[in-house]
């Protein structure tokens, strides 16, 4: 009610999910495994897709300009080895540190598992990485959502994955959104999860496909350290890039007033902490937490000191 003793009316959060996802990490300091959720969310009324779009090309949209076909390749992180594919990862890097253009539109969840320390007693042992996924994937979508937009009626109104395994599993389609209808308080206007190609020339929706691939790849070498190639320095130029914030995402404090506004908006945390009995009330207590070392940032001050 207002101040008058009208009801208050909001209007639903309406979304779109563009889900990835990073298997058989090594963490350089445990030798465990590490599997990466990631989730790119688009509020349907500050439409994230069309400004993506727009960096991609740098507004021009002339076919006959010399420029559209160096800024219409497709981006994946594991394969940027020119400069025209990292320039355009460049861009969106840049959209997303931008809080003036990102802010409302740029959301993003990242959960670290660390495989190794899950009880496989709680999931199929002749489909263990689905099961897995399955599961988690629940997890991330209904923390996210909750974290970007509070108690406000959330409706879902797609959610998207790239083409892999997952499209093959009798239940990951479908399973994750009958679940979540149940037990939260969204709302799906979609039954299943629909599968994109990698291909934003095939379909335009996959440039967000192409974005989540390219941050989760960041981060994730922000963590888990970067094997030097040829085609390397593209992507370390990225690298240095994001780094200052994943610095500030994965810390004890994490600080509203950041300047990239990322607080609640982009995340990512770790599951689970130790590793816990079957059966155990408390394993899924406490168990998500947020501090990692970086061994990007430990092997960048070796290569630095090393420097005359």
């Known amino acids: 009610m207002d101040l008058w003793g009208n009801e208050i009316i909001e209007n639903p959060v309406e979304v779109n999910i563009y889900a990835d996802e990073i298997f058989a990490k090594k963490c350089p300091y445990t030798d465990n495994d590490w599997h990466y959720i990631g989730i790119v969310v688009e509020d349907i009324s500050k439409p994230l897709l069309p400004e993506i779009i727009r960096e991609r090309f740098c507004n021009n949209f002339d076919k006959s300009s010399p420029y559209y076909e160096k800024n219409n390749k497709q981006v994946h992180w594991s394969e940027i080895r020119t400069a025209d594919v990292k320039n355009i990862c460049k861009r969106w890097f840049e959209y997303i540190l931008d809080p003036a253009k990102s802010v409302d539109r740029f959301y993003c969840y990242i959960l670290g598992l660390n495989d190794s320390l899950l009880n496989k007693e709680e999931f199929d042992p002749e489909n263990d990485f689905n099961s897995k996924y399955n599961k988690f994937f629940r997890t991330?979508?209904?923390?996210?959502?909750?974290?970007?937009?509070?108690?406000?009626?959330?409706?879902?109104?797609?959610?998207?994955?790239?083409?892999?395994?997952?499209?093959h599993h009798q239940y990951f389609p479908w399973h994750s959104i009958a679940v979540l209808q149940n037990e939260t308080n969204f709302t799906f206007n979609t039954k299943a999860i629909e599968f994109l190609p990698k291909d934003h020339k095939i379909d335009e929706k996959s440039n967000l496909i192409q974005l989540c691939d390219c941050f989760m790849g960041a981060v994730t070498n922000i963590i888990h350290g970067f094997e030097m190639s040829k085609s390397a320095n593209y992507r370390i130029e990225l690298l240095d890039l994001l780094f200052p914030l994943v610095k500030r995402m994965i810390r004890k404090s994490?600080?509203?007033?950041?300047?990239?506004?990322?607080?609640?908006?982009?995340?990512?945390?770790?599951?689970?902490?130790?590793?816990?009995?079957?059966g155990d009330p408390k394993r899924y207590m406490d168990q998500f937490y947020t501090i990692r070392k970086l061994k990007y940032e430990e092997d960048k001050s070796g290569q630095e000191s090393f420097s005359f």
């Open 140 to 167: 991330t979508v209904n923390y996210a959502l909750k974290c970007f937009f509070g108690d406000k009626k959330t409706i879902i109104k797609h959610i998207y994955h790239e083409q892999g395994q997952q499209q």
């Open 254 to 278: 994490r600080n509203k007033n950041s300047s990239y506004s990322h607080y609640n908006r982009i995340m990512i945390r770790f599951f689970p902490k130790q590793k816990t009995d079957f």
